[in-house]
């Protein structure tokens, strides 16, 4: 994380060590840390000791020093404790940033998806007209399609959701069947991604990739890659799945 090429003073050397420890889980020796940030064995040596006074550092058997578990507490209710939105924004702007489309962090409410975040490309090409906190049908987004390939399983389950009402045909490209909504999720299932083929907006294509901000099995929502199809094809996004992944964390 660091290789200090000037001995750090004060709480900046308290800072160092901490942010040393971060770096080795199995714990590291102090002659090993103060190595690292180039300062005096004895000076280095009260960096810590003030982690382990705040608990924010510990010593194993063999001497070694290890990240405390007060500070592993306080990462963790940090992280938890941020909105999702918030958490993903950085995902989204890269995606934005290499892609020069727009990008969204869409969630599941009953049969419609809310955009939590959007991040626009940088470079001020044509950007979509979609807003936080819009709604769009499930049924007919790259992102309502994934989520709903978790939540509805098998096809009595995709039957039991739509019920009664007839799905909007939002463009001739809609599925609004059960049998038709039943094949694609469970295609969305085996590949691990979803696709919008011109199916909610006429000339805008979308791949969604879910997003595990809370658990490992279940995603809290799903980030979308939405393209003007002439700029960005689907087949381009598709082509580019295994970077999409990477850089969101949602290779199975």
Same mark, same amino acid.
Request: hydrophobic share 35%; proline share 7%.
């Given at each position: 994380?660091?290789?200090?090429?000037?001995?750090?003073?004060?709480? %900046?050397?308290?800072?160092?060590?901490?942010?040393?420890? =971060?770096?080795?889980?199995?714990?590291?020796?102090?002659?090993?840390?103060?190595?690292?940030?180039?300062?005096?064995?004895?000076?280095? *040596?009260? =960096?810590?000791?003030? !982690?382990?006074?705040?608990?924010?550092?510990?010593?194993?058997?063999?001497?070694?020093?290890?990240?405390?578990? #007060?500070f592993l507490r306080l990462a963790f209710a940090h992280h938890e404790g941020r909105a999702d939105h918030v958490r993903v924004n950085e995902? !989204?702007?890269?995606? =934005?940033?290499?892609?020069?489309?727009?990008? *969204?962090?869409?969630?599941?409410?009953? %049969?419609?998806?809310?955009?939590?975040?959007?991040?626009?490309?940088?470079?001020?090409?044509?950007?979509?007209?979609?807003?936080?906190?819009?709604?769009?049908?499930?049924?007919?987004?790259?992102?309502?399609?994934?989520?709903?390939?978790?939540?509805?399983? %098998?096809?009595?389950?995709?039957?039991?959701? &739509?019920?009664?009402?007839?799905?909007?045909?939002?463009?001739?490209?809609? !599925?609004?069947?059960?049998?038709?909504? *039943?094949?694609?999720?469970?295609? &969305?299932?085996?590949?691990?991604?979803?696709?919008?083929?011109? #199916?909610?907006?006429?000339?805008?294509?979308?791949? =969604?990739?879910?997003?595990?901000?809370?658990?490992?099995?279940?995603?809290?929502?799903?980030?979308? &890659?939405?393209?003007?199809?002439?700029?960005?094809?689907?087949?381009? !996004?598709?082509?580019?799945?295994?970077?999409?992944?990477?850089?969101?964390?949602?290779?199975?």
């Open positions: 994380m660091f290789e200090a090429t000037s001995p750090p003073v004060g709480s %900046d050397r308290t800072l160092a060590v901490l942010a040393k420890l =971060a770096t080795y889980p199995d714990g590291v020796s102090l002659d090993h840390i103060t190595a690292a940030v180039n300062s005096p064995k004895p000076t280095v *040596h009260r =960096a810590p000791g003030a !982690l382990r006074r705040a608990g924010f550092a510990t010593q194993d058997g063999r001497g070694h020093y290890v990240l405390g578990d #007060e995902t !989204l702007r890269t995606l =934005a940033t290499l892609y020069g489309e727009t990008v *969204h962090y869409a969630v599941l409410d009953g %049969d419609s998806v809310v955009y939590r975040s959007k991040v626009d490309p940088p470079d001020g090409k044509v950007r979509l007209t979609s807003v936080v906190g819009g709604r769009n049908p499930a049924h007919s987004t790259a992102v309502g399609k994934l989520l709903l390939s978790y939540t509805l399983p %098998d096809r009595s389950a995709v039957a039991a959701w &739509i019920g009664d009402r007839r799905l909007p045909k939002v463009t001739d490209r809609t !599925l609004t069947s059960i049998d038709t909504l *039943h094949r694609e999720l469970e295609r &969305i299932r085996a590949q691990g991604y979803s696709v919008d083929d011109e #199916e909610n907006e006429p000339g805008i294509n979308c791949l =969604a990739v879910p997003a595990f901000l809370t658990g490992p099995t279940m995603p809290s929502g799903a980030i979308s &890659i939405s393209a003007l199809a002439y700029r960005t094809p689907l087949a381009t !996004l598709v082509g580019d799945l295994d970077t999409i992944q990477q850089i969101t964390g949602s290779r199975p």
